[in-house]
């Protein structure tokens, strides 16, 4: 059910919301003014995803032709209802308009919904950073860095697929 989600930017008056947002969906508090950070134009950008209220955020970089995912999460109470797969979907679309053919992203080896969200995207593991992620209760969790290559449009709206 992905039908009534609207991605919309993030702009600066929204950053306590995304931050709200970040804070739920991780249960760790994170800054407004580092989101700010995070959020640095031209290179970096946030999307938000709304339904009856926001229910998401991501927030991306691209440098040359690569992007990155810098952080996702949707609130708990609107989890599997395809928020993330939209966030997604729009992270791609603005990393093309913006040149990136790859986009990359981490994510801990302890996280299946995240694994479940990014393989059925069509990402794949291209490394793994050993012991990468600290848990608040101390032990290390290793990072797989995920892949996914970006359609590139053709003129006539025509969509090149590489299959990874
Ligand atoms: C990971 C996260 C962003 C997924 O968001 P979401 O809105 O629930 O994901 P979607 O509803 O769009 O799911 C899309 C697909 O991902 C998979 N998926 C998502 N959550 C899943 C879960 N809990 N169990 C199994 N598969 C899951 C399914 O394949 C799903 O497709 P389907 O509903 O057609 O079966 C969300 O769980 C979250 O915010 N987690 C906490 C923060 C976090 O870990 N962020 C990622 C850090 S790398």
């Known amino acids: 059910m ?3 989600v609207r991605i919309v930017p993030v702009r600066r008056a929204d950053l306590s919301v995304v931050g709200a947002l970040f804070e ?6 994170y800054g407004e003014a580092a989101m700010g950070d995070l959020l ?27 992007a990155e995912i810098l952080s996702i999460g949707v609130a708990p109470s609107y989890r599997q209802r395809g ?4 966030l997604l979907r729009g992270v791609v679309e603005r990393a093309a308009q913006k040149g990136a053919g790859r986009l990359f992203l981490e994510v801990g080896a302890d996280n299946p919904p995240a694994a479940a969200l990014y393989d059925a995207f069509g990402f ?5 950073r050993r012991n990468y992620y600290r848990r608040a209760d101390g032990h290390r969790v290793d990072a797989r860095i995920l892949a996914y290559t970006i359609p590139q449009s ?11």
């Open 2 to 4: 992905t039908g009534d």
């Open 24 to 29: 739920v969906a991780f249960g760790e508090p």
């Open 40 to 66: 640095k134009p031209p290179a970096s950008f946030g999307l938000m995803a709304e339904l009856d209220t926001a229910a998401g955020f991501a927030i991306a970089s691209v440098a040359a032709d690569e």
């Open 83 to 86: 928020v993330g797969r939209a």
């Open 124 to 128: 794949r593991q291209v490394g793994l």
């Open 154 to 164: 053709r003129p006539g709206g025509r969509q090149e697929v590489t299959i990874p």
